[in-house]
C-alpha cells in the first residue's frame, strides 16, 4: 500500500545540506531566528566577559620587566665605560679634595649622556615594540599572563602603544603612586597612562 511513497531516510538524503558559512532560513512562525553561521566560534572570549588584570598582577609585571631591562642594561653600561675610558679618569681624580670641584668632566658628561639616552630609548623600544607585536605585551607582562588592548579588546599599534609608554611619566608626577594605585579601584582597573590613551590591560586567560 505504501509502495512509491519516499521514505524518511531517502527525504533526507534528498534535502542539500547548507554551504559552508551560510546562516540557515527557517520557516516564518517557527520561532527559531535564523542566526547567521559565519562568525559562529570566533568571538574571542575577552569581548564576551573581559576580565581586567587588578594592579597587583601589573605590578609584578613591572619588577619582571625591571629585572629584565637591568639584565641587558648592564653589559652596555659597563662597555660604555671601558670603551670610554671611564675606569682611567676615575683613576686621574685629585685625591684629598673635592674631585669635581672645576666641574665635571667631559667624559663623565659623555657617560651619563649615554646612559640617559639608553635608558630613554631603550625603555620607549621595549614597551612600544612589545606591546604593540603579537605579543600585546612586555616580557614580564607574557609571564603573569596580561596583554595591552585598546578599549575595543583588539591589539595596539605601535604610536598608542608608544604614547602609553610616554603617559606613565604624567601617571608617576601623581604623589604617592596613586595613579598606579587607581588600577585596583577604577572600573576597567586603568591606571592614568590607560585612561589618556584609551587602552585596557586583560588576563589573558580570556582570550
Same mark, same amino acid.
Given at each position: 500500500?505504501?509502495?512509491?511513497?519516499?521514505?524518511?531516510?531517502?527525504?533526507?538524503?534528498?534535502?542539500?545540506?547548507?554551504?559552508?558559512?551560510?546562516?540557515?532560513?527557517?520557516?516564518?512562525?517557527?520561532?527559531?531566528?535564523?542566526?547567521?553561521?559565519?562568525?559562529?566560534?570566533?568571538?574571542?572570549?575577552?569581548?564576551?566577559?573581559?576580565?581586567?588584570?587588578?594592579?597587583?598582577?601589573?605590578?609584578?609585571?613591572?619588577?619582571?620587566?625591571?629585572?629584565?631591562?637591568?639584565?641587558?642594561?648592564?653589559?652596555?653600561?659597563?662597555?660604555?665605560?671601558?670603551?670610554?675610558?671611564? &675606569?682611567?679618569?676615575?683613576?686621574?681624580?685629585?685625591?684629598?679634595?673635592?674631585?669635581?670641584?672645576?666641574?665635571?668632566?667631559?667624559?663623565?658628561?659623555?657617560?651619563?649622556?649615554?646612559?640617559?639616552?639608553?635608558?630613554?630609548?631603550?625603555?620607549?623600544?621595549?614597551?612600544?615594540?612589545?606591546?604593540?607585536?603579537?605579543?600585546? &605585551?612586555?616580557?614580564?607582562?607574557?609571564?603573569? &599572563?596580561?596583554?595591552?588592548?585598546?578599549?575595543?579588546?583588539?591589539?595596539?599599534?605601535?604610536?598608542?602603544?608608544?604614547?602609553?609608554?610616554?603617559?606613565?611619566?604624567?601617571?608617576?608626577?601623581?604623589?604617592?603612586?596613586? &595613579?598606579?594605585?587607581?588600577?585596583?579601584?577604577?572600573?576597567?582597573?586603568?591606571?592614568?597612562?590607560?585612561?589618556?590613551?584609551?587602552?585596557?590591560?586583560?588576563?589573558?586567560?580570556?582570550?
Amino acid at each position: 500500500m505504501k509502495c512509491g511513497q519516499p521514505t524518511y531516510a531517502a527525504s533526507s538524503a534528498m534535502t542539500p545540506a547548507p554551504a559552508a558559512g551560510v546562516g540557515v532560513v527557517m520557516p516564518a512562525g517557527s520561532g527559531t531566528s535564523a542566526a547567521p553561521l559565519a562568525n559562529a566560534g570566533h568571538v574571542p572570549a575577552y569581548e564576551i566577559r573581559p576580565v581586567y588584570a587588578g594592579f597587583w598582577l601589573r605590578f609584578v609585571a613591572y619588577v619582571l620587566d625591571a629585572v629584565i631591562l637591568g639584565a641587558f642594561a648592564l653589559p652596555i653600561f659597563f662597555g660604555l665605560a671601558m670603551m670610554m675610558g671611564v &675606569g682611567a679618569a676615575m683613576s686621574n681624580l685629585p685625591r684629598g679634595r673635592d674631585p669635581f670641584e672645576s666641574g665635571l668632566p667631559p667624559v663623565f658628561a659623555l657617560f651619563l649622556g649615554a646612559f640617559v639616552l639608553v635608558v630613554f630609548v631603550g625603555g620607549w623600544m621595549y614597551h612600544a615594540l612589545l606591546e604593540s607585536s603579537e605579543w600585546q &605585551g612586555t616580557a614580564g607582562k607574557r609571564i603573569v &599572563g596580561i596583554v595591552v588592548t585598546d578599549m575595543d579588546g583588539a591589539r595596539v599599534s605601535f604610536w598608542r602603544a608608544t604614547g602609553r609608554y610616554f603617559a606613565k611619566f604624567i601617571t608617576g608626577m601623581i604623589p604617592l603612586g596613586i &595613579g598606579y594605585i587607581i588600577a585596583g579601584f577604577t572600573e576597567k582597573r586603568q591606571a592614568i597612562h590607560d585612561m589618556i590613551v584609551g587602552s585596557l590591560v586583560l588576563r589573558k586567560s580570556q582570550f
